[in-house]
T-cell receptor, first 113, second 114 residues
Framework: EPEVTQTPSHQVTQMGQEVILHCVPI?????FYWYRQILGQKVEFLVS????????KSEIFDDQFSVERPDGSNFTLKIRSTKLEDSAMYFC???????????FGQGTRLTVV | TQLLEQSPQFLSIQEGENLTVYCNSS?????LQWYRQEPGEGPVLLVT?????EVKKLKRLTFQFGDARKDSSLHITAAQPGDTGLYLC??????????????FGQGTILTVHP
């Protein structure tokens, strides 16, 4: 069964460092998302991406965040200068053109120290 | 800002009991999705309800979408220890550039004791 793949599963980084989280969405999907979940809190929307551009972004998604689809299969989330409060699980999700059903990856646990 | 209130937050029951989890909002959603999430993993889609009043069954799980598409419930019959986990509801935005964006409830941590 097709699935969304995220790497790495766990990333530890120093405060102020740049991190790039990687995602390979389901191959025939056209809409891509990043969500995050701080420990013990609800899953929060960060950004949606379609047709090589951002469709919508939340207040969390400030100038320190960026997304890119560098080729036909990868979808990345970059945090330029990480802060302690960026520590969270980051989930990539994708869906096809016709449905709102979103399929999630296993997540990347980002720990900023 | 859309909000989805999920209740209860915690549920601890004995094997064989029935339970219901609720998701309520003042906003209309194009669909509502129920996920199950294991610790340290991503949400796994259980079901999507799309039409107001729709009822879907998945073995002992029954999902219902409210007539106005603002609320939903998950009912589990004769719960088993294997049902233990975190259940999430998520509403999908109805239109525009936000179409498909998910708003999540807080989650319900279900524990079923043998």
């Amino acid at each position: 069964e097709p699935e969304v793949t995220q790497t790495p599963s766990h990333q530890v980084t120093q405060m102020g460092q740049e991190v790039i989280l990687h995602c390979v969405p389901i191959s025939n999907h056209l809409y891509f998302y990043w969500y995050r979940q701080i420990l013990g809190q609800k899953v929060e929307f960060l950004v949606s991406f379609y047709n090589n551009e951002i469709s919508e972004k939340s207040e969390i998604f400030d100038d320190q965040f960026s997304v890119e689809r560098p080729d036909g299969s990868n979808f990345t989330l970059k945090i330029r200068s990480t802060k302690l409060e960026d520590s969270a699980m980051y989930f990539c999700a994708s869906r096809d053109r016709w449905n709102t059903e979103a399929f999630f990856g296993q997540g990347t646990r980002l720990t900023v120290v | 800002t859309q909000l989805l209130e999920q209740s209860p937050q915690f549920l601890s029951i004995q094997e064989g009991e029935n339970l219901t989890v609720y998701c309520n909002s003042s906003s209309v959603f194009s669909s509502l999705q129920w996920y199950r999430q294991e610790p340290g993993e991503g949400p796994v889609l259980l079901v999507t309800v799309v039409t107001g009043g729709e009822v879907k069954k998945l073995k002992r799980l029954t999902f219902q979408f409210g007539d106005a598409r603002k609320d939903s419930s998950l009912h589990i019959t004769a719960a088993q220890p294997g049902d233990t986990g975190l259940y999430l509801c998520a509403g999908a935005n109805a239109g525009g550039t936000s179409y498909g964006k998910l708003t999540f409830g807080q989650g319900t941590i279900l524990t079923v004791h043998p």
